[in-house]
């Protein structure tokens, strides 16, 4: 897992930014259109807050029956992620209906209780 290393560095980060962490808890579920490099370091205990990072990428391959799809992704600035290839798991196996290997598609991640980015919302691009 390429991303451990840099959440490691996220996690750390977090005393920091809390205020203004603890402030974008007020909109749960909305997404987070680009100024969250300063809200990032979502600290893991911190479950009842879940902040969405919005990406976008190439389906190389779905893989249903693990509910993952391996998507090459661009940079995700806010979370000071490169473009690189790996897998996700969705929320729900569902949101893998109607995915084409091939597609470019729009996906938000947030981050569950084990510490994963899972997507929880993708979509065709400019959908
Ligand atoms: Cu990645």
Redesign the pocket.
Known sequence: M??FYLTIILACSAAVTLPAYAAMGDMPGMANMGNSAKNMGAASGQMAVTQAFMAQGKINSINPDAGTVNIT?GPIKALA?PG?T?NFPVQDKAMLNGLKAGEIVDFDLAKDPAGRYVITRIAPAGQ
Do not use: E, F, G, R
């Open positions: 390429k991303h992704h992620w690189m790996m």
